[in-house]
Nanobody, 119 residues
Framework: QVQLVESGGGLVRAGGSLRLSCAAS????????MGWYRQAPEKQREMVAT???????NYADSVKGRFTISRDNAKNTVYLQMNSLKPEDTAVYYC?????????????WGQGTQVTVSS
């Protein structure tokens, strides 16, 4: 059974940095696309960054140049380095793993980690 556990969230001042980690268990992530999504209060979940099994990355326009997604398949872990944080980055950040099924691409989700950026 696949489990994703996020860590590294917390409270930081605007302009500060945080590094989020997503530790996967129950399955190797080496062949899976991974990503980070976030959800602010009363807003819909949005994609922040994704990384394919081939290490291709994609970022939301709002975080380009500030956030970096990476993966360490040997450690079964995905990271999100967040620099120059803004109050608008405040949200619960969720780790995502995409797995093909017979019918569709299935999304596994972690429990989320809170990131709060104070002004």
């Amino acid at each position: 059974q696949v489990q994703l556990v996020e860590s590294g969230g917390g409270l930081v001042r605007a302009g500060g940095s945080l590094r989020l980690s997503c530790a996967a268990s129950g399955s190797s992530i080496s062949r899976n696309g991974m990503g980070w999504y976030r959800q602010a209060p009363e807003k819909q979940r949005e994609m922040v960054a994704t990384i394919t099994s081939g290490y291709s990355t994609n970022y939301a326009d709002s975080v380009k140049g500030r956030f970096t997604i990476s993966r360490d398949n040997a450690k079964n872990t995905v990271y999100l380095q967040m620099n120059s944080l803004k109050p608008e980055d405040t949200a619960v950040y969720y780790c995502n793993m995409k797995t093909p099924t017979w019918n569709r691409m299935y999304d596994y989700w972690g429990q989320g980690t809170q990131v709060t950026v104070s002004s």
